[in-house]
């Protein structure tokens, strides 16, 4: 096909920095090679196998996924080691199990009691089998057992076990209190705790007798902060990196100039004191970024064409509008309707979603067009 240019490439789109993605995946590799655990890369961020392939170059090629559309996308490209990271209901037991004839290996997980002889009933009924991961909640609250609630987390693990179909692969949490640090310490802090209270579960489970053979844990900025080696068997499950995004860098996970996702838009009206652009809420989503740290971060952080930022951000967005307030006069006169804009995303993992495609971008030309694959 014939690749359009900045200029010409319908708005709003989505574009990738090449440059910027491959520095991000070598240096996350290099990382997770000095800490001495197994990189399993969460591919929700992009939802795309081309950049998962370069994830995983140099690794032993597992991956995370977040919806079983994703499962059978990445299946179909070749990825046979998945890690499916929504805890497991009834109504997805069909297509779960559909899936596990597709890959060598697929794992889900669950903190219920009770589930695993109804999976393991119809794993059976489907001629497959299935790994599960024990959920442990090691202080985000969203999902998962307590990690100090070790009776009902052994009840979980020995309902894992006795499974016939289901093998206990080991336990698995998201430290998303980590998104609430403000500084670097406070990072690390989270980071050793998330480590600290899953190697304790997993002592504990053993000396219930019960084998825990990987121990998964990792959000970006916890991987990103922490420091020393990991004990073994340990499994990290990063996903923003590839791109990170404005409220990565502005909680100080990644500088400005590692963000590698920026949506195009175009000016489509010009009035004192603002413009308005044709990115709104589906473009950009309706992540409001780091407002805790930045008050005024607004839906996005506003560059030129070549991403030079100019100090601005998008303060409000409808469904297909975004509006910019520019206060300096001088500046405003310099946007004239049809300028193109480049808007630093909030949330990377939000906005790739809402796209069907990246337009890839190297020094300021496109050179590809990869696909995003969309839906549950």
């Known amino acids: 096909m014939t690749l359009p240019d900045l200029l010409t490439v319908p708005t709003p789109a989505l574009l990738l920095d090449q440059n910027r993605l491959e520095r991000n995946l070598a240096r996350m590799s290099a990382h997770v090679a000095r800490l001495g655990a197994r990189l399993r890369p969460h591919i929700k961020t992009h939802k795309c196998p081309l950049i998962a392939r370069k994830q995983v170059a140099g690794q032993f090629g597992g991956i995370t996924i977040s919806t079983l559309a994703e499962g059978f996308a990445f299946a179909e ?6 890690l499916y990271a929504v805890p497991i209901e009834p109504g997805k037991f069909g297509r779960i199990c559909q899936l596990a004839r597709q890959v060598r290996r697929l794992a889900v997980l669950t903190d219920e009691p009770t589930l695993p002889p109804l999976l393991s009933a119809a794993a059976e009924a489907a001629g497959v089998s299935l790994d599960v991961f024990v959920e442990i909640d090691c202080g985000d609250g969203r999902t998962g057992v307590p990690f100090d609630h070790l009776d009902r987390i052994e009840h979980v693990a020995r309902a894992v076990a006795s499974a016939r179909r289901l093998t206990l692969a080991g336990i698995l949490t998201h430290a998303g209190q980590s998104y609430a640090a403000r500084t670097t310490a406070e990072r690390r802090t989270v980071a050793g705790l998330e480590r600290d209270r899953m190697a304790q579960v997993a002592a504990a489970l053993e000396q219930r007798g019960l084998a825990v053979p990987c121990i998964s844990i990792g ?17 990290v499950r990063p996903g923003n990196y ?59 952080l506003v560059g030129d064409l070549a991403g030079r930022p100019l100090g601005l951000r998008v303060a409000a967005v409808s469904q297909e509008h975004g509006r910019i307030p520019v206060a300096d006069p001088a500046l405003l006169e310099r946007l004239p309707v049809g300028t193109r804009l480049r808007v630093v995303v909030n949330h990377s993992c939000l906005t790739a979603a809402q796209h069907t495609h990246y337009w890839v971008v190297d020094d300021g030309t496109i050179v590809a067009r990869w696909p995003i694959v969309q839906g549950w």
Do not use: M, W
């Open 77 to 82: 490209a070749g990825f046979d080691d998945l």
């Open 219 to 235: 959000s970006t900025p916890t991987v990103v902060a922490l420091d020393e080696p990991l004990p073994p068997n340990f499994e």
């Open 242 to 300: 590839v791109f990170f995004d404005a409220f990565q860098a502005q909680c100080g996970v990644c500088a400005f100039d590692d963000c590698a996702l920026t949506v195009l838009t175009a000016v489509v009206h010009r009035s004192e004191g603002k413009v308005v652009v044709d990115a709104g809420a589906i473009a950009l989503s309706k992540d409001i970024g780091a407002a805790d740290f930045f008050p005024h971060s607004g839906y996005g």
